[in-house]
């Protein structure tokens, strides 16, 4: 008897606990920061936008170059078409990381207490160096989580795809990061579009705390540590090298800006 939605659903979240752990940061930050409405409507949009990648691309390779999902889990957790359900949900809470990150770079940034946070305004959202910025920092990411998600049968994501022709970084293409980057732009400009659609009306939010706007920065640089630590323990020190070099000049930059916005 072959399993119904329920129990692939369920067996998603059991196989995959650590990408709902992230999506709940994801909702907590965008229903805190845009409200419910427009949270579910861009991770509508997102999700949509990474399953057509991710679809078109195991087929004709763009916009990531060729690669294949190993169907092992196919009767164990949710796959839509030859996609895991899992791997396109990932991409709407890691874009929103970015822009989010991106926006405390673009942004002006105030201190109240020991607390600095951007100000946030339609114009903001809605710049262009948001804009460029943010697919940029969603495609570094990626240079850190693939190549360790290509050794999944070395820890407990298990091997869930491969690249027929190899690549060059780590058995990645450079090609796949080329799509990120075009996928982060077109997630990026549907978050745009969104606020330009709210233009001239109150800035949106949900409820405010203290440190709000750096729970989105905490998380991104959240997703780097925790990629590092699988590289760095299951052995590969080379690529735990590169990615460190990655994530610690982005989490230089990052913590000098807002040092600099703190007075120090």
């Keep these: 008897m072959e399993p119904n939605f329920i129990e692939l659903l369920w067996g998603t979240v059991v196989l995959r606990p650590y990408v709902f752990a992230f999506l709940a940061a994801f909702l907590s ?4 920061q845009m409200g419910l409405k427009r949270t579910l409507a ?16 195991t087929r004709n390779g763009f916009p ?39 926006i405390f ?7 109240s207490g020991w607390e600095v946070r951007p100000v946030l305004t339609h ?23 693939d190549p360790v998600a290509l050794q999944g049968s070395r820890w407990f994501l298990g091997q869930i795809y ?7 970084h780590f058995g990645v293409p450079l090609s796949n990061y080329a799509g990120w980057y075009i996928v982060g732009f077109a997630i990026t400009l549907a978050y745009r579009l969104m606020f330009s659609a709210f233009q001239g009306t109150k800035e949106p939010g949900g409820k405010d705390f203290p440190y709000r706007d750096m729970l989105c920065p905490v998380v991104y640089f959240s997703v780097f540590i925790f990629n590092l630590t699988v590289t760095l323990c299951i052995g590969e020190f080379l690529m735990w090298a590169c990615g460190m070099a990655i994530a610690g000049t982005i989490f230089y930059l990052f913590m000098r800006r807002v040092m600099s916005a703190a007075g120090f």
């Design 64 to 102: 990531y170059g060729l690669y294949h999902y190993i169907e092992a889990t196919r009767d164990r957790e949710l796959w839509i078409s030859n996609v895991p359900f899992m791997d396109s949900l990932s991409y709407v809470f890691l874009s929103y990381f970015s822009i989010n990150t991106a």
């Design 42 to 57: 861009f991770m509508a949009c997102a999700y949509l936008i990474a399953f057509l990648s991710e679809y078109s691309s």
């Design 105 to 111: 770079f673009v942004a002006p940034l105030k201190r």
């Design 123 to 145: 114009e903001i959202r809605r710049s262009k160096k948001v804009l460029f910025l943010s697919p940029l920092l969603f495609m570094l990411l990626d240079v850190v989580i």
């Design 162 to 168: 491969y690249y027929p022709d190899g690549g060059i």
């Design 29 to 32: 930050a965008g229903i805190t």
